[in-house]
């Protein structure tokens, strides 16, 4: 099957993406990467009355540092995030996270932007986002405005843009020491069926502060375990202390039920993935 008809815009600046998008009054749709809005059209699952192609926009391509912060442009592509020793040095989990993306063709043409637009629930950059604490810049016909990662979704596949607005950039604060991330799929970089993702900072007497843990695949949006890591700041990351967040993690979820797996399938995981996650978090403060 082939996409319905559309018209195709392709813009030369922000401004000019945001008129269309204003003009149409949500029937456009925003052309990046494409790698999840060509399926969607080829499926008719879409119908926009019209493309907005922005791949022409280079402003939408920054990856650069800003004192502690590093800001990463919605078009900067996986594979960037991939290579770059920028973001290696700097933003270390979404390197990890990204080789889980996909097969390289869709790690050379998907974009960070699109990714969290796209609002897939078991996504890897939503996930890793939401757990660095990152903030979206999305700009429309009134200017623009900045929305918390925490903030940043209604539902599944529903970011809480205007029908006008495009998102521009995602500012990340310092990146903190140490970092793990885990995922279970059913075929090697098929969609998660969970993934757990955490940092923290270990002081002098081996105890851990500004510990972030999250899920992705298990409620309609990734999620922060808030009460995982309530129990676990401060703590030494024991057998002990690991166990007890693993058991809270489960207050966080409210997984569905779909091809890859079952809700209690996904319930019965939660607690075992997140005791490897932390174990590996603890492993590379040792190392």
């Known amino acids: 099957m082939k ?10 600046d ?18 990046a990467g494409g790698q999840s809005l060509g399926p969607m059209l080829n499926m008719r699952l879409w119908r926009p009355s019209a493309l907005i192609d922005i791949n022409a926009l280079s402003e939408l391509a920054v990856l650069a540092p800003d004192g502690e912060e590093t800001r990463v442009g919605a078009l900067v592509r996986y594979a960037t995030l991939e290579r770059a020793p920028l973001v290696a040095e700097r933003l270390p989990l979404l390197a990890a996270m990204v080789r889980f993306i996909g097969d390289r063709q869709v790690r ?18 939503p996930l890793g986002c939401l757990v660095l604490g990152a903030k979206i810049t999305v700009t ?4 623009p405005r900045v929305i918390a990662m925490e903030d940043f979704y209604e539902s599944a596949y529903a970011a809480v843009l205007a029908p006008d607005e495009l998102l521009t950039e995602i500012r990340f604060p310092k990146h ?10 059913r075929r090697h970089n098929d969609f998660a069926v969970l993934s757990v993702a955490a940092t923290g900072t270990v002081t002098a007497d081996g105890s851990w502060s500004g510990i972030r843990i999250g899920f992705g695949g298990v409620n309609d949006t990734p ?4 009460e995982s890591m309530a129990l676990s700041e401060g703590s030494q990351l024991s057998d002990a202390d690991i166990a007890a967040a693993g058991k809270t993690a489960l207050t966080a979820i409210d997984p569905p039920s779909d091809i890859r797996g079952s809700a209690e399938y996904r ?10 996650v932390l174990q590996d978090l603890r492993a590379s403060a040792q190392a």
């Open 176 to 185: 903190p020491p140490h970092f793990a991330f885990r995922e279970l799929c």
């Open 108 to 125: 050379n043409r998907g974009t960070i932007g699109g990714s969290l637009v796209q609002g897939d629930p078991t996504g890897e950059m």
């Open 14 to 31: 922000v401004a000019e993406a945001v008129r269309y998008l204003e003009d149409y009054d949500g029937g456009a749709r925003v052309l």
């Open 223 to 226: 999620v922060l375990a808030l």
């Open 140 to 143: 429309g016909a009134s200017g």
């Open 3 to 12: 996409s319905a008809d559309f018209i195709y815009h392709r813009v030369t």
């Open 267 to 276: 319930a019965h995981l939660v607690p075992h993935y997140l005791t490897k």
